[in-house]
């Protein structure tokens, strides 16, 4: 056999194994845990506290909240990062409902909320459902916190609807850098993330520390629906080495001077510091504090301190 017909079988093979693979990851699987299972999970997280479920109906399907604290302060509406969940942020959320309401946000994808329908970027989609639940509690104008992927939501939500927002800050944010991390391309490969979702850890899909996957609750209520939660927007976010425009927030965020704080660990592997950097030269107005020796998941690793560094902010005149 030539050398042309051996790469050419080979690669045949290799097609077919990959086909054969996808098709195994995409399976019909047993029914996952129930959704009083998944809050019970969820209200063990917050140790001391008394969180308070609540479901929000809009045209893109039901979301999921975590409502807890309160007080006269502004409400703070929190976004979490891609993968994640609200509940898996629970420190930082009790941190933070110490002297106000925090109302934190299952997006589209995550958590107990409805999964994401239909094609196209998911921008619209998320920002309609948290003017959904803003409108629906009678929370405006809010505080907006998000990380990663959720910093790019509460930066989209903050630039088309101003009104509703008082003071935003973005941790770690998409859609600062325009580049993508490499490690990423591999989700355009049509079927990758089917594969992703059955060989992902619980600790890659919601940043949990200890104790096994399946006891996490954001792992549980990514069990529910036999997904990889939100996992499957990364397709829609990005394009050959760079995030597709709708991803973007510049220089939208820089007409929101004096409203807007961007957080970011100075050891962040996932979303480089220095390209943020290099980017917000053009926005002096955009005030960024950078966190030494945190990285991409300092809410969960340092929690006190983004939470000290998203009051200073918000409590700021």
């Known amino acids: 056999m030539s050398r042309g017909l051996r790469a050419g079988a080979g690669a045949g093979l290799l097609a077919l194994a990959y086909a054969g693979t996808v098709a195994w990851a995409r399976r019909p699987r047993r029914p996952g845990p129930s959704e009083a299972e998944v809050e019970a999970a ?4 917050f140790q001391g506290a008394a969180p308070r479920h609540r479901y929000v109906a809009s045209a893109g399907g039901r979301t999921h909240l975590i409502d807890i604290g309160g007080g006269a302060q502004t409400a703070l509406v929190f976004l979490s990062g891609m993968g994640g969940c609200a509940a898996g942020y629970h420190a930082l959320l009790q941190e933070l409902a ?9 997006r ?7 999964g994401l329908r239909g094609p196209g970027h998911p921008r619209k989609s998320w ?40 003071k935003v800050v973005l941790v770690s944010p998409l859609g600062v850098a325009c580049e993508h991390p490499w490690t990423w391309s591999p989700a355009l490969l049509p079927g990758a993330l089917d594969i992703a979702a ?4 619980g600790r890659f899909l919601t940043g949990a520390r200890g104790g096994r996957a399946g006891q996490d609750p954001c792992q549980l209520a990514a069990d529910r629906w036999w997904s990889a ?9 990005i394009r050959p080495r760079r995030f597709r425009a709708e991803t973007l927030l510049l220089p939208e965020l820089g007409l929101l ?10 050891q962040d592997q996932q979303l480089s510091l220095e390209a943020a950097q290099r980017e917000l030269l053009s926005y002096p107005a955009l005030p960024l504090e950078v966190l030494p020796g945190a990285g991409h998941l300092a809410p969960f690793d340092h929690p006190t301190e983004v939470a000290q560094a998203i009051r200073r902010w918000l409590d700021a005149a």
């Open 257 to 266: 001077q004096g409203r807007v704080l961007l957080i970011w660990g100075d």
């Open 198 to 201: 059955v060989f992902a850890s």
């Open 108 to 114: 589209f994808g995550t958590g107990l909320s409805t």
């Open 98 to 106: 110490g002297d106000r309401r925090v109302v934190a946000v299952d």
């Open 229 to 237: 939660s939100d996992l499957d927007s990364v397709a829609k976010l």
């Open 42 to 45: 969820m209200d063990r997280q």
């Open 127 to 166: 920002v309609a459902q948290i003017e959904a639940v803003v409108a629906s509690l009678g929370l405006a104008p809010v505080d907006l916190v998000g990380h990663s992927l959720g910093g790019m939501v509460a930066g989209a939500l903050a630039v088309e609807r101003p009104e509703l927002i008082r």
